[in-house]
T-cell receptor, first 114, second 114 residues
């Protein structure tokens, strides 16, 4: 079945550092890919998405590019802030018009220190 | 996008009892889902709530334990029946609109079973 693998955390960075959180996936067909963010004590928020190969999703300074050749969707940000501290989840939908839910990675806890 | 509310936001329940969680969406949506997030873990899909018909359950989840209703296009309930401490989790409702695959999540219901 489909699966998502993302780097284990916690990831600790200093403010203004460059961020990369790796995400790779296994899926048949042409999945849609997502990054969700969960701030402490809150629900999941959609951060960005990409629906086909070479699409780049972006939001709030975060970017991720759908790389079909490497089955990856790595999340990047050029300069992180303390307010970016949260848990980040990579997820996929298998596409094809199906009524499926999302398959999530295990989540990466990001800690930004001032 | 869709704005989703859940009630209750949290509850502490005794072993053997049942709790019903309500999910309300601010607009008509095609699909609604229920997920479980165990402490420090990722999200696992419990079932798809189908409007006017029985829910579709994922492997490992059964209707007797997690009965679900969806009487219309904006509302669903999940009941956690005959609870045990292993049911202590955050339960999240999500929704998806037609023509897209991204899902929008409610804030979650934090359940503790003693």
């Amino acid at each position: 079945g489909d699966s998502v693998t993302q780097m284990e955390g916690p990831v600790t960075l200093s403010e203004e550092a460059f961020l990369t959180i790796n995400c790779t996936y296994t899926a048949t067909g042409y999945p849609s890919l997502f990054w969700y963010v969960q701030y402490p004590g809150e629900g999941l928020q959609l951060l960005l998405k990409a629906t086909k190969a070479d699409d780049k999703g972006s939001n709030k300074g975060f970017e991720a590019t759908y790389r079909k050749e490497t089955t990856s969707f790595h999340l990047e940000k050029g300069s992180v802030q303390v307010s970016d501290s949260a848990v980040y989840f990579c997820a996929l939908h298998p596409g094809g018009g199906g009524a499926d839910g999302l398959t999530f990675g295990k989540g990466t806890h990001l800690i930004i220190q001032p | 996008s869709a704005v989703i509310s859940q009630k209750p936001s949290r509850d502490i329940c005794q072993r053997g009892t049942s709790l019903t969680i309500q999910c309300q969406v601010d607009s008509q949506v095609t699909m609604m889902f229920w997920y479980r997030q165990q402490p420090g873990q990722s999200l696992t899909l419990i079932a798809t709530a189908n409007q006017g018909s029985e829910a579709t359950y994922e492997s490992g989840f059964v209707i007797d334990k997690f009965p679900i209703s969806r009487p219309n296009l904006t509302f669903s309930t999940l009941t956690v029946s005959n609870m045990s401490p292993e049911d202590s989790s955050i339960y999240l409702c999500s929704a998806r609109t037609s023509g897209t695959y991204e899902q929008y999540f409610g804030p979650g219901t934090r359940l503790t079973v003693t």
